[in-house]
């Protein structure tokens, strides 16, 4: 595997959402990754909502998969094992779980001294909410982003599970594992990453907690620069049902797409000049929505796409991928027939290569343990205590 991970090997005790998120990062920028099914299985992975195929686990790309049973003695002794030659560990279960299966962070640690410990859960190791289920969408609403969001006097949108299990999550996690494994590198000492979906969703809002601080931000929604209160800043319908994004915060950028529209009317003209002038920002959302409804996506996009008007057409994801500018970029690839986001962020001399499709749980347990130091015999008495599939 190419990318600046390489040489990093990663146990993945499998979970759902960001903890796979997670190792998809780690893996995809050249980590060795390995999957720990915590038992044989069927051959489609749990998802949270219901199963998923191999073939399209997206997240599980470019990691094999052993299956283990965590509550067989035999099982969870080879877990250890494998643990103790890894550089770092990611969980993703409720406080408590991996210390009730004997691979708690202070079992682990006690085995391997330079272990970086990642655990991902939604309200935190600790606090008043530590032990109670939720889900993405709880967690944003506690960080007081969730709020932020949406048209004012309508109940805020679930903004799909980008801002906490993913941003806020995963993402977070990944940032925290790889500080944790450089400073290891040093010290020769592992620690516990506590990756909290709450902390990362507050994390992602401070900028606009910094502006509420400096009374440039209120709580009221769609009340704010960056909330769809401002005309120059929201996406509009088009005359074919389609949509675009308007950006033009910048004086000279929002000139640029008031001459590009072409509009006639001086009046109207002349009012939109006031630009930052909140109280106009209704009556000028309505005048700029009426203009856009005049066309279609299309033909805004032979007008302003490319420009500095900070214009962009609205993409479904069946034609984001065929864009322009996402295939010259390659922004989406192709793995075994299935259309996805690429590998990001992109490195100059340590570029990722492109990653293996997902394996079914379990398909690959004794080529992994095999890999990972278990010699035959072994691996023959795990199968005997019903250990492995």
Known sequence: MGGPLQGLKVVEI???????FCAMMLADMGAEVIRIDQK???????AGIGTIPPEFDVLARGRPSAALDLKNPAGKRAALDLISRADALIEGFRPGVMERLGLGPDACLKTNPKLVYGRMTGWGQGGTLAHAAGHDLNYV?????L??????GEPPPPPLNLVGDFGGGGLLLAFGMVCAMLEAQGSGKGQVVDAAMTDGSALLGTMMYGMKAAGMWTTRRE???????AHFYDCYACADGKFISIGAIEPQFYAQLLERIGIEDEGLLKQLQEQMNPRRWPELKQALAAIFRK???DEW???LEGSDACFAPVLDMDEAPQHPHNQARATFIDIAGVTQPAPAPRFSRTPAEKPEPASAPGADTERVLAAWGFNAERIAELRAAQAIN
């Open 40 to 46: 044989p299985g069927p051959s489609a992975r749990k």
């Open 14 to 20: 499998v979970g759902i959402g960001p903890g796979p």
């Open 301 to 303: 996009c032979a007008l």
């Open 141 to 145: 609403a506690l960080s007081g982003m």
């Open 295 to 297: 066309r279609t996506r």
């Open 223 to 229: 009340s704010n620069l960056l909330d769809g209160a």
């Open 147 to 152: 709020h932020a969001i949406g048209r004012r």
